[in-house]
């Protein structure tokens, strides 16, 4: 409920389902040790999700504040916790190594926005989500045609798995920050 309510308040509904959620807390990336929870009584107001990408040499920092209760006293608090630990990260298992500390945000979540820049985060990229609705005209009953030879498969065996990782890596080794994983991380 708090994300649906940050949700609500940067872009007017709920993006966050219950599964993104769940994934945050069950990902073995997920920094159990230093994620926490920000209480005021027994009401939760706000959540810092930290998550280790050693691979790729990142720390990701994701503050949620109530958006009608300490919100940018929680949000720099939250990123001032998440540098320090991506400070530790790096002087533990990297010291030499370039080692980055990244956020997200929507655009208009200016309470975010300013903590970032206030915490020293810069822009560095932009996303865009898109999305349709499911009852609109546009979306057609019936597929279009795959070009002659195509055929749509669902990856169940090991080959199979290995073959669509292979694609995946070579698609995206051009796409901005792309980290090349070995296949047992993928």
Do not use: K
């Not at 920092?61 to 991506?86: N, Q």
């Not at 298992?93 to 370039?98: E, G, L, N, W």
Request: net charge negative.
């Amino acid at each position: 409920s708090l994300l649906a309510r940050c949700d609500i308040a940067a872009v007017g509904v709920r993006d966050s389902g219950r599964e993104e959620v769940a994934g945050m807390f069950s990902s073995a990336s997920t920094d159990r040790e230093h994620s926490a929870f920000v209480l005021d009584g027994d009401d939760l107001v706000g959540y810092l999700w930290i998550e280790q990408d050693a691979t790729a040499a990142e720390t990701w920092v994701d503050a949620y504040a109530d958006p009608e209760r300490f919100t940018r006293e929680i949000i720099a608090a939250g990123l001032a916790h998440g540098l320090r630990v991506g400070r530790a990260v790096q002087a533990a298992h990297a010291p030499d190594a370039a080692w980055t500390v990244r956020s997200g945000s929507f655009g208009s979540d200016r309470a975010l926005v300013e903590g970032l820049q206030a915490a020293g985060f810069e822009c560095v990229r932009r996303f865009y989500r898109m999305r349709i609705d499911l009852a609109t005209s546009a979306l057609p009953d019936v597929a279009p045609p795959l070009p002659d030879g195509a055929v749509l498969v669902n990856a169940r065996t090991d080959d199979e798995r290995r073959r669509l990782y292979a694609v995946q890596q070579e698609s995206f080794a051009d796409h901005w920050n792309h980290t090349p994983r070995s296949y047992d991380e993928y």
